[in-house]
């Protein structure tokens, strides 16, 4: 059973940057890939980025690449969304998600556990 709780969300102007944490239970975080997803009111959960279970792999969203970086500190437990020139567009609750699987981490199918989400808001 693997916990994830996410933080660092908030109201941030267009342009600028937040970086959200999602702390995992459990002593076998290293046996899985993670991945970001969010969801704006009114439309389905989308993919923003995932992360192989070694770190040495990283997929993202088009809408998302070249501004937002996902990675993963073992040690603590912890994965990381480093979001950079933020959009309105972007606003969204943003989940992490925890799967065993190695490949197609940009689908939902296959994440395993998945935490409450944490509410990130542009403003223009």
């Known amino acids: 059973q693997v916990q994830l709780v996410e933080s660092g969300g908030g109201l941030v102007q267009a342009g600028g940057s937040l970086r959200l944490s999602c702390a995992a239970s459990g002593r076998t975080f290293s046996s899985y890939a993670m991945g970001w997803f969010r969801q704006a009111p009114g439309k389905e959960r989308e993919f923003v980025a995932a992360i192989s279970r070694s770190g040495s792999r990283t997929y993202y969203a088009d809408s998302v690449k070249g501004r937002f970086t996902i990675s993963r500190d073992d040690a603590k437990n912890t994965v990381f969304l480093q979001m950079n020139s933020l959009k309105p567009e972007d606003t969204a609750v943003y989940y992490c998600?925890?799967?065993?699987?190695?490949?197609?981490?940009?689908?939902?199918?296959?994440?395993?556990?998945w935490g409450q989400g944490t509410q990130v808001t542009v403003s223009s």
């Open positions: 998600a925890a799967t065993l699987k190695q490949y197609d981490l940009g689908s939902r199918v296959g994440y395993d556990y």
